[in-house]
């Protein structure tokens, strides 16, 4: 009875679709149509069935399901699902009528034009065809169609609105105004191009979906995604594998849908109806698919891990082309974390089927990521969340593929294997027992990790790579496994035993022929990685190496091997010696300042770790006070904030009753240091007191707490910081001061720097002294100073404390204080001087250290009253210096006219006496301008023919100091201090290039005359600390002032250095023979010094200067040789040859052409986004634009000038030809083919110049050849490690007549140096450093059952055919072929293994050629 209800029931619900009224042929015509077009019906009919609503089809729906739970119950075999088919044939329904009804609906709503009610009835008819379908003898009643069924399958994409967040947002007016005018171009096939006026008004709806809408659209993607499920759970798909392909993709895409609310469980549901959300029902259809009613269940698995790949990945793959990044937003991420969750309750339910591919899945999160830091960090998680469910045999054998895939020539890869390795180190050790395989237990220990993987990438190509792996490795020591530390502690450890390295410079590459098609020539294969040789540092080469990359040329590098020394410092791994904390507080002065700041945060970070480390707290020292005057002020604000934590912060009030903590005890010890062995940084603490004392930090407590510490035992240092504070004190404890100052006096053992600081504490409060106070204090003052037995820093400040004590508002009172005090102390040293210097036997029982005091006295003293100094004074002084008479009398020609000969007259007084006479006398000249002009030729003459170092060194000091004041007349011997560039004393050549600098900074001094060239000399200086120091000047100090300074002489320097004169326009400016001795490069002894000069200009001109340059080259140098007015003599010859070879350096061409468009060389570009896009495409525009102007320049202007040059040098039969020829090959490198066009002119040297350039051509293919030349040689492993470098070369045996990919053995390299040795074509370096590493890709067939030998990444005792229809298989690390079956395997192998001419195979292609058998 219920039975006969539900039929009737059944027949009723489907009157709404009028099946009696649809024409037949036009049934037939759907049904040939294959559906896969929408068959247009007769108005009358279309608008019924369209104005039909929702609720016809629910009705419908509910009675197939309601039948559907009927069919456990019959009695009879398949009973009321062959009644369902006899009803409809006694009522007259035609099945193949009601397929195509319901295609119409299904096909419509896939319109991109439909409206809201056309979606939802596709949707629901879609939904009635998959019920019907899951019907038993719905096959045998011809309801299945592959075509309608997977188009019932995509229904969610075609009717969900892809944007309808977005389009929710608009307001009417806009989304009516916008409606109109996108929905043109979605119209794009035939049927939808002929729609009428009435569809195009529902197209132009398109766009506005409501709310409820929406809740309606996903009711019913919901209710399709049910029957699909029931379908699945009875029709199976084993023989329909596109079918289940498809449904595959649809379960993927739709865990993106909406957001699961609670936790995801993987537990089989009573009934689908119970799943609420969109997402678990897609996970439940995969699981679903992976049951053997629908194929084979790995063939299964396969296609769920390729899809999730995607997914965990955070990208959107479609059907063709590269995968789109998707925005790593919470949702993305929750979504990529279920997907993990997911693949890890497939492995463990099906365990040994589903490993294979896990390490599929595995090998390609690794293959296809890309280079944004967020997605890495995803990656390396998500690979370490699948890798812990892995046994220890696999988790190895991954290991040993990671090892391979680190030497990638991708460097996005390199840089991934990298997170990868920190992410595994995270987790728990695997026990070498738990791996049977004795070679694969090698990769197990973290050990390997380390030293193998992470620790190999310091010899990266790759700045980027270089820099993340010396990062991570200053992470791994703070990493709680015992075993990191020790792995971390065997690479720098000096004692003990040592572990032999792996894995350093020989790169494993992945080469592509065509890198932009990676993502559609690379199929989900396996990848076979051939491993290379390995080479091993010992730990004083690993940690030479650390220190070498922490002055690495990228900015990157420098800042990560900062960390690595940083970390390897505080944890005790190396010694805590001055060599590497120098190091590491040099780079507090890094030219970029973001190098700056990362080494003031290492040098607090290990002051904080190593606070009781004297070595550690002069380092720091060092590092952080030069910072307080850099010129950025972000890094000052970096170094005062550490000072003011360190050093002002810790002052607290002192008691002999309380202990210093360890922050106190360091704030002393640190100014201890500033007291005594770093008293050179007190100049930058006063600039950071001047900063501070406008910030209000020294308050009256602070000073309070700060005297407290006067009389304990660490009273240097609280009198250094009262010396700087009190000038920014309202309110001080003056009787203290005078109290210790009184204590100072009265004591006989004094210390010099603790006296300084009080007696510049004294002057500073001598304002607010009264006028008895004061005088007491000068009397004792100047008794004190007339004793001569204080140390020259405290005379110093003892005439500086004097002079503030006198110190008044009227200025006439001042002087005469001062000219009765300082002309008190001048007269004592001028009686001294004429005792020792006018008597015939005081030099004999002079006292050198007071003969010094009283000079550095009269010095001092005398700029405080210059009109106490008389002429007896000047001459006493001046009768300190001599020059040796026999040293004057060769040279008396070349003196010049000026020079008072009479006043050098012979003593023996010492070399430190003349050096303070020089200083004393330089002191006097400060005031008496006729000085300056009567002893300057003095002093210009003593640089010449003086030998003691310490006076010609003063002279230097004073001559630059004088320029300041009397800049135009010392600028007349600016030539005479340049000379000293040259000195044989480098601390003197040191010394002049500093002053030169500051006065050149200061603009005293102009480029002018040979400066500008004795400058490039010091670059080329023996002492490579002065070449350093002289290449910082210019770049960082000289260049921003004068960024044209280098341009503008760069033609002057090849006239210059050669020492040639007869160009009418350069080297013309005078010099003396003996400077022009000096100072010359000529010759080919000097060839290397020139062009190291010339590399270094061109480095750091712009494009723009270069172009200049080369310009300004062909007319004043070319031309005149070519028009004759340079003659072509043998200094001519060398010019033009020099010319030439300038003009051939690579530094010569513009980085806008020779730049890759990608970045440097070695580096692979980001992963691409409209920003980087658009940058490229202005980089190739920009490239192509300079590269034509270049060219018509080089017709226009160079070519004629080669052409009347190659005449007139072939006229004179000179040498100098092959230089011509020689820039030619390298000037037409890049423009090989238009030779003719641009040589037109000359017919006969086209041809030679083609000539040249093949035979150059061929002589690099031969040489490239003879590189890649391998041969083998015998190898034999001993270790697990050893394993690792000898896999290239380990072949398993094959059976006879096996097809297989063989992998080019390593090559001996005793044999291979023999090969070399024989080579008669030497390759240029530049042609060495730019050769590219290209992907090679090579896909081969084993034939079916030719192979029994596993895959390496199949596990033993498991054969799984690794052949996928969607191009998914492992990607191998080892030697090795795929198991039984037709299988494709992708083979990635070095570049120098690709060309090796040892053996040539015959390869075939899968794609061409499957039919036919491959063979070697």
Known sequence: MIQNINKMNLISALQFLQLNDIPEDWVDAVWELEFTERKELDDTIDQELTATGEK??????????????????????????????????????????????????????????????????????????????????????????????????????????????????????????????????????????????????????????????????????????????????????????????????????????????????FDVPQDVSQLRSLPEMAVYGLKLLCSPKHGDQKESLRRVFHQLLYVILMMNKGNRGKPSLLVPNQATLATRNQAIQFVCHLVEEFKELALPFLQILLQHICFQMVEKSEFRSHGAQAVGMLVSHMESADYACFIKWLFNFSRHSKMVHRLFSVDVVMVLLEQLERRLEECQDAELAGFLPHKFLIQNLLFARRMDDSPTVQGHALSCLAQCLELPSLNVTRAVHNLFCTTGTQTVLEGEFTQGTLSSQNNQKTYRTLPFRTVEISSADNSGYDAKENLALLLRRVKDSKINVRKAALQALVGLLKHDVIPLNWENLETLSERCRDPAVSVKKKALQCMGELLATKPECSVVQKAWLQGVFPAVVDSENSVQDKALEALDQVLLGQVKPYSTNRHLDASERLTWDLLALLCHECQNLRQYFSRAFTIWSKQGKFTPTYITNLMSHTEAAHAAGAWLLLSKVVTSSPRLPYGKILDAWDTMVSSKDLNVTTCCHILSVMGDIAAHLNEDTKERIVVELMSWLKTFTLSLEVISAAVQTLYQLGHSEDIKRTQDFLNQHCGELVSICEAYLADIILSENGAQSLNEELMIKHLHTLGVASLHCPAK????????????????????????????????????????????????????????????????????????????????????????????????????????????????????????????????????????????????????????????????????????????????????????????????????????????????????????????????????????????????????????????????????????????????????????????????????????????????????????????????????????????????????????????????????????????????????????????????????????????????????????????????????????????????????????????????????????????????????????????????????????????????????????????????????????????????????????????????????
């Open 56 to 265: 016809p089809f629910k009705t419908l729906i509910q009675c197939l399901l309601t039948h559907a739970t009927e069919q456990p119950h019959s009695t009879v075999s398949d009973g009321a699902s062959q009644n369902i088919w006899v009803t409809l044939q006694e009522n007259g329904v035609s099945v193949k009528s009601l397929v195509a009804v319901l295609s119409f609906f299904v096909l419509r709503a896939k319109n991109k034009a439909a409206n809201v009610q056309q979606r939802l009835s596709g949707l629901y008819a879609a939904s009635l065809y998959l019920l019907l379908l899951r019907i038993p003898g719905s096959i045998a009643n011809k309801v299945f169609h592959e075509v309608l069924l997977d188009t019932c399958f995509d229904m969610t994409s075609h009717c969900w609105p892809q944007d309808s967040g977005k389009k929710r947002k608009r307001d009417g007016l806009k989304s009516s105004q916008t409606e109109g005018k996108r929905s043109k171009p979605q119209r794009k096939d035939a049927a939808e191009m002929e729609m009428d006026e009435a569809e195009d008004e529902d197209e132009k709806e398109e766009l506005h979906f409501s709310g409820q809408d929406l809740m309606n659209i996903r009711e019913a993607v919901s209710l399709l995604i049910q029957s699909l499920l029931r379908l699945l759970q009875t029709f199976p798909l084993k023989d329909k594998p596109q079918s289940a392909s498809n449904c595959t993709q649809i379960f993927s895409k739709l865990l993106y849908f909406e957001p699961i609310i609670g936790n995801l469980t």
């Open 869 to 1416: 100094v008389g002429k007896r004074t000047v001459l006493l002084v001046e009768s300190v210096l001599t020059a040796h008479s026999d040293k004057l009398a060769e040279c008396q020609e070349e003196l010049p006219a000026s020079l008072p000969l009479s006043q050098f007259k012979e003593n023996s007084l010492p070399s430190r006496v003349k050096a303070h006479g020089v200083i004393t006398l330089g002191k006097l000249c400060l005031q008496h301008e006729e000085l300056v002009q009567k002893y300057l030729p003095v002093f210009a003459r003593e640089l010449e023919v003086g030998t003691e170092v310490a006076v010609r060194n003063n002279i230097v000091v004073i001559m630059c100091d004088l320029c300041v004041r009397y800049t135009n007349i010392v600028d007349h011997y600016i030539p005479n201090i340049s000379a000293c560039l040259r000195d044989s004393e480098a601390v003197i050549r040191e010394q002049t290039l500093i002053m030169l600098t500051n006065l050149l900074q200061e603009e005293f001094v102009k480029w002018k005359g040979s400066l500008f060239f004795r400058f490039m000399v010091a670059l080329v200086d023996p002492v490579p600390a002065i070449a350093s120091l002289c290449e910082y000047c210019l770049l960082h100090l000289l260049l921003k002032k004068n960024p044209e300074m280098l341009s503008q002489h760069f033609i002057e320097c090849i006239f210059h250095f050669n020492s040639y004169s007869k160009h009418k326009s350069y080297n013309k400016f005078p010099q003396s023979e003996r400077e022009k001795i000096s100072f010359s490069l000529k010759g080919a002894e000097n060839r290397e010094k020139r062009f190291r000069i010339y590399r270094f200009l061109l480095e750091h001109f712009t494009d723009a200067q270069r172009f200049n340059i080369t310009n300004k080259i062909n007319q004043t140098v070319l031309a005149c040789f070519a028009d004759e007015d340079l003659p072509l003599d043998a200094n001519g010859a060398e010019i033009l040859s020099e010319t030439f070879n300038i003009l051939s350096l690579k530094e010569m061409k513009l980085r806008a052409i020779c730049t890759p468009a990608g970045g440097a060389t070695g580096e692979e570009p980001e992963e691409e986004n409209m920003a980087s896009m658009a940058k490229a495409v202005l980089e190739a525009a920009k490239k192509k634009v300079v590269s034509q102007v270049q060219k018509k320049t080089f017709i226009e202007n160079t070519v004629p000038l080669i052409i009347s040059l190659k005449s007139l040098l072939e006229q004179k039969r000179s040498p100098i030809l092959r230089d011509l020829m020689a820039y030619l090959q390298v000037t037409m490198q890049d423009y090989r083919n238009e030779v003719k066009e641009f040589f037109s002119g000359d017919e006969q040297l086209a041809a030679e110049l083609e000539f040249a350039l093949k035979t150059a051509e061929k002589e690099r293919e031969m040489q490239e050849q003879m590189d890649n030349c391998s041969l083998t040689g015998d190898t034999n492993t001993a270790t697990a490690q050893d394993a690792v470098q000898d896999s290239s070369v380990k072949l398993k045996p094959l059976p006879p007549f096996t097809f297989f990919t063989p992998q080019p053995p390593r090559a001996n390299p005793q044999l291979a140096r023999l090969a070399q040795s024989d080579r008669r074509v030497s390759r240029p370096r530049q042609e060495e450093d730019g050769q590219s590493k290209s992907m090679a890709l090579e896909r081969t067939v084993i034939p079916k059952g030719a192979v029994n030998d596993r895959a390496f990444s199949t596990p033993k005792g498991v054969n799984v055919n690794l052949t996928f229809n969607e191009g998914l298989s492992a990607i191998f690390s080892d030697q090795g072929t795929s198991v039984s079956g037709e299988t494709s395997v992708l083979h990635v192998r070095r570049n120098e293994q690709q060309a090796s001419a040892a053996r040539q195979w015959n390869v075939q292609s899968p794609l061409r050629q499957r039919k036919r058998p491959s063979r070697v």
